[in-house]
């Protein structure tokens, strides 16, 4: 049995990257960063970080000494079995595609420990950024600092892209045995939690009941509830819903 993170870790270096090449200072002009966030741009074929910016600001790591290891290794450890094996299979999902690739994408929330030993609480949006011949080349990390997010032990986390709805089918399916909850199954429980009725809600999405229910019921195994509002309780006390 691989360990958790193998397969993403063995896919990238602790090379930094060189901030004073043409490419480099391109995207310093071009890509928009945000107040207090995080960018990286990790290159496969050159196996090694190709732009970093933001990070002395959030982490305390200097853009010239942050790499794609360091960036794993420093996930705060509740977060980090869970954070682990996302990164491995939505990088497996990603990279079994061939088309529309810079259009996938994932976010979930966690910590990473900065420099100095604290928290910091994160949304994570990892995507592709280039591509050839059908293979990812290229991908982007925005680490954006959210001090309004309320992080309990459900780990929080949602896919994007052409297969959206196979993407995290395949992750629900991975990353069952983890305290974990993605977007849709949590736009699901928010209608749950207003009173709405599965068939009410399948009108909602635009989908049969059975899908609903295919969102909701395996819910009561993973948290170890007996009812709805059981579930409903259970979200609330663990911040899935505001």
Do not use: C
Not at 34 to 44: G, H, R
Not at 75 to 83: H, I, L, Q
Request: net charge neutral; glycine share 4%.
């Amino acid at each position: 049995m691989s360990k958790q993170g193998e397969f993403s870790k063995s896919r990238i270096t602790a090379i930094p990257a060189d901030l004073s090449s043409e490419r480099a200072k391109t995207f310093k002009t071009t890509i928009q960063r945000f107040p207090e966030e995080a960018i990286y741009i990790y290159s496969f074929k050159e196996n090694r970080m190709i732009y970093a910016d933001g990070w002395e600001e959030i982490l305390g790591y200097k853009d010239n000494e942050i790499n794609m290891l360091t960036i794993v290794s420093i996930t705060s450890p509740e977060y980090a079995p869970f954070s682990y094996e996302l990164n491995d299979k939505a990088l497996m999902f990603i990279l079994s595609k061939t088309v529309n690739l810079e259009k996938y994408s994932f976010t979930i929330e966690l910590k990473k420990i900065h420099k100095n030993g604290t928290h910091i609480p994160l949304i994570v949006r990892v995507g592709v950024f280039g591509s050839e011949n059908g293979r990812v080349t290229e991908i982007i990390g925005r680490n954006q600092v959210n001090h309004s997010i309320a992080l309990g032990k459900v780990m929080r986390y949602a896919a994007y892209g052409p297969d959206k709805t196979e993407f995290e089918d395949e992750l629900n399916k991975e990353l069952f045995k983890h305290f974990a909850i993605s977007d849709k199954e949590k736009e699901a429980l928010a209608y749950v939690a207003k009173g709405y009725s599965f068939k009410e809600i399948a009108h909602q999405f635009g989908v049969s009941q059975s899908a609903i229910e295919k969102r909701i019921l395996p819910l009561y195994k993973r948290f170890d509830v007996k009812s709805l509002s059981h579930l409903v309780t259970f979200a609330y006390e663990n911040h899935i819903l505001p």
